[in-house]
């Protein structure tokens, strides 16, 4: 399917992971502090284009760091404060930030690809509409996410491995940007 088809505008929703869409993901480890929080080269700007673009930007990540007692929820609040800080002054924005902070083995669980993030957003944001959504990460619990959501489905490809097929695949947040503000 070509990206041209996602005929996206202001009616759409980005859905976003965050470790390795938007940040450096540390494999085999976790991001603990806003000074281990690094941009992925070309997101502030990526996420600028996004702004003018979609009508709703929404980050969904799996954050079970929390739950392993590596970070409090308010320490993750203070890194997701530092994001949005950063894409505003850029140019950017993002409506709003669900972390799962399960444990993979909890149960019930909000994790991806459980849909409970993407059913969150739209009790805040009721307008939100599934099939008029994108959903970009970098795993398959991302892909399946999106896809058992009716979202199209963005892989940004990485050393991790994955199985799900996507829409699309791109290697960066601003390799899609451009492909759709072509």
């Not at 992971?17 to 085999?28: H, L, M």
């Not at 203070?78 to 850029?90: A, L, P, R, Y």
Request: aromatic share 6%.
């Amino acid at each position: 399917m070509g990206v041209n088809l996602f005929n996206v505008d202001h009616t759409w929703t980005l859905f976003l992971d965050r470790d390795g869409v938007i940040n450096q993901r540390i494999f085999g480890g976790y991001v603990l502090s806003s000074e281990s929080f690094v941009f992925e080269p070309g997101v502030l700007s990526a996420l600028k284009m996004a702004n003018q673009r979609f009508g709703r930007i929404i980050v969904v990540t799996n954050q079970q760091c929390v739950a392993l007692g590596l970070l409090s929820e308010t320490a993750l609040a203070q890194i997701h404060q530092d994001m949005i800080t950063q894409v505003t002054t850029h140019g950017g924005r993002i409506d709003a930030v669900y972390a799962a902070i399960d444990l993979k083995t909890a149960n019930p669980n909000r994790r991806k690809p459980n849909p409970a993030m993407a059913l969150e957003a739209k009790l805040k944001f009721p307008e939100l509409d599934f099939s008029k959504a994108v959903m970009v990460g970098d795993t398959d619990s991302d892909i399946r996410f999106g896809r058992e959501l009716g979202m199209k489905t963005v892989l940004v490809e990485s050393k991790e491995e994955t199985t799900a097929v996507p829409d699309l695949s791109v290697n960066s947040l601003l390799e899609l940007m451009n492909k759709l503000c072509a």
